[in-house]
């Protein structure tokens, strides 16, 4: 057993403490599966509730609460409690093997200009002689900044806001001159530089969620094709509104990541839209507006057969690819790559067309654009968070394998038929056509 146990607190969502990393598990909670997720970003505190939530944090909770008030026994363990109804037992994470995985974590962000005003933008501050990056990321990890900014022997923690984009980054080299020294006369004061690393932990600022208030008037789909990045598209949604998104699909997998709206009756009208893959007249019918996400179809059949072979996160092996099961795969799921598209051109009521590449090329203007369409505002701190935490906890991982090429030219002139198609399809209804990038190969 790892982990100390600290006692049982009371859980006020208005002021929550352990809000960093979160994921849920309705079947498998145990305290240690807890514990190493948070030791693994760096966390102090593992908190567990409803016997299936887990959450991680350094700052303990205010509110102690009775001991027998903690009375869930985790899902995945008996006799073990994982806190209550608004009551969270908390553990304190164990260091982990010194320096095994602490380092790692520490991702390069690049060197940009110091901005205006270093206190306000940058709530804490260190200042240390010897100061090194490891030295600099521990300390805005232990105080749960995503960013550890070092310049010369200073160290500031903070976020990225208006006043600090991270949008423009300089050459490395601005940030190795030597800096103040008076034979480099054209580095002024001002041309100040600073390298910017991403600690382990989650921004806060955009994690918090919750449904709806009161019901939603208008009934919005969230519809893609399968792989076309969907579960992306609603973490990002969520994360900007602050709004649960729905599905019309229960995916337990996904529920455990986080999704609290998997639960949720697709009908319940308490999310902020709902994810679907259908494409026939009835099931779009029923929608009053539509965000209609599109990725090239040579991605989208890779993504969803590494799906179908190895779940979300996984790769399918060499020999899945190699099999008939590929080009089955391949001859029905490219017409329906195209269908899906044309229907809901046909049938939809209110379309905003979002294409995966441009988001990922263009992350908050395309963020923007779909959180109008909910009729949401947010502000532009809110989005630069979700930028900040982009990829979310489910991009796969694992071997994937370098310059794969698994279409035959067969295949290749089945769906550049079909991309040629769909792109007629959009342009007729004044939509932009496909990115330029999907056209034959």
Sequence with gaps: EWGTYIGCFSDDSRERTLKGAVFY????MTVSHCQEACAERSYTYAGLEYGAECYCGNKLPVTVAKQEECNNECNGEKGFICGGVNRVSVYRVEEPRAGSKRRRN???RGCFR??????????????????TVEMCSEFCTKKEFS???????????????????LHESMDRI??????????MAEVTKEEDYCLVYQTPVQDTRCTDRKFLPTKSKVFVALSSFPGAGNTWVRHLIEHATGYYTGSYYFDGTLYNKGFKGEKDHWRSRRTICVKTHESGKREIEMFDSAILLIRNPYKSLMAEFNRKCAGHLGYATDRNWKSNEWPDFVNSYASWWASHVLDWLKYGKHLLVIHYEDLKQNLIPKLKEMVKFLNMTVTEDRLLCVE???????????????????????MKDLIN???LTVDEALRERNFTGLPREYVPR
């Design 114 to 131: 110091v901005p205006e005003n270093l206190t306000d933008t940058f709530p804490a501050s260190l200042i240390q002689s010897n100061l």
């Design 106 to 108: 520490v991702i390069y």
């Design 417 to 419: 038929r079909y991309i």
């Design 147 to 165: 960013l550890a900014v070092v310049r010369g022997p200073e160290c500031y923690c903070g976020y990225p806001t208006t006043q600090f984009t």
């Design 174 to 183: 601005y940030c190795s001159r030597p800096q103040n020294v008076s034979s």
């Design 388 to 410: 900040n935490n982009r990829d979310g906890n489910f991009k796969r991982s694992g071997a994937r394998q370098k310059d794969l090429e698994p279409f035959t030219q067969e």
């Design 25 to 28: 598990d309705l079947r498998k």
